[in-house]
């Protein structure tokens, strides 16, 4: 049975301070425990910025000022396939918060190669550090 691909928006969330704030999945979701950068699925009609912003605010409280294309990541774990719409969030309004119970953490550019991502995430890992 064919599978449909799941389309996310997510965030590089830049602070003042250049560090990148990261989540963790929780450990009862798909690829539990990771981190991961935030955001969630794109709903019908929706662009993928709208749905970034809007995904930002319901799981961190923040709401996106300036952000920038960074990549698009098309993966299959075998048993989910996602796209990835990805943009840098340069300025936000607000101070994140794990609203949906998830942990959360900054992030030094230098740190997140030692950490463990879903491997749609890898891509990104490389193109944010090359940019």
């Not at 990261?22 to 699925?41: D, I």
């Not at 709208?50 to 075998?78: C, K, N, W």
């Given at each position: 049975?064919?599978?449909t ?7 590089v ?6 560090r990148?704030l ?6 009862n979701?798909?690829q ?10 794109i ?6 910025e ?53 942990p ?13 991502f ?7 890992l ?6």
């Amino acid at each position: 049975m064919p599978t449909t691909e799941v389309r996310v928006a997510a965030g590089v969330i830049e602070g003042a301070d250049g560090r990148v704030l990261l989540t963790q999945r929780l450990q009862n979701a798909h690829q539990g425990g990771k981190w991961e950068f935030p955001g969630g699925k794109i709903e019908a009609g929706e662009e993928a910025e709208q749905a970034l912003s809007r995904e930002l605010f319901e799981e961190l409280g923040i709401r996106p000022t300036q952000v920038r294309e960074l990549i698009e990541v098309a993966h299959d774990y075998g048993d989910k396939q996602v796209r990835l719409f990805v943009y840098v969030v340069e300025s936000f309004d607000g101070q994140p918060e794990g609203r949906e119970g998830q942990p959360m953490a900054w992030f030094t550019p230098a740190q997140l190669s030692g950490l463990d991502f879903p491997a749609a995430n890898v891509p990104i890992l490389a193109a944010y550090l090359s940019d």
